[in-house]
């Protein structure tokens, strides 16, 4: 992928201001939304659910990346399908049957992606890879916004570079958790295509500008 993309992530924003932080969004550089589902039993924490994505989908003007950190995430494919959904990832440790859940995603019209928790090595996707649009590797372990980049993740990218190169796959790399102008590039010459943004983005004085700055670090 030549140009790299920036996802601000939703967790992070003013949840009552949820409409004018969209909209700050559709008028930065950055490309996607990053949406986090959680359900209080496979990561600790409850995020929010249907009735808010609808919100957001309604306002939202960019790719709808929505990362399921939920158990048996195939009982809500369809769900998000219908909501707006254009990328959906489901863990590889919350799937039993991952091939059919991904073929099931692409049967609703998504873009089908695989998040791996920070312990998950990457060769566990060696016979899945050319089914898979996108691999988010988890930065931090899922849960919670606000954490620390945990550096390992350099290695982990370049070897699903590697494994996406070795078996001729378009897969694209997306990274989420503790993404800063400070690990940006060296994520993206490491093999990243998507940088995940949450608390950096939302918490930073000037959001727009933030982004723009995000965007350039990656692109540079
Ligand atoms: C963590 C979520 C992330 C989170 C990232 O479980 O998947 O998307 O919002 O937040 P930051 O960028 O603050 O680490
Ligand atoms: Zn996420």
Redo the contacts with the bound molecule.
Sequence with gaps: MSSKLIAP?I??ADFANLQRDIEMVNKSDADWF?I?I?DGVF?PNISFGMPVLQAIAKHAKKTIDV?L?IVDPDRYIKTFAELGSDVLTVHYEACTHLHRTLQAIKTEGMKAGVALNPHTNVNLLEDTINDIDLVCI?S?N??????SFIENTYNKVSQLKELITRKGASTIIEI????TNKNAKMLVDAGADVL?????VFKSSDQIETVKDLKKQANS
């Design positions: 992530s967790l992070a990053h986090d959680m990561v990362h950190m988890m931090v899922p849960g919670f916004g606000g954490q989420d958790g503790g993404v995940v943004a949450g608390s950096y």
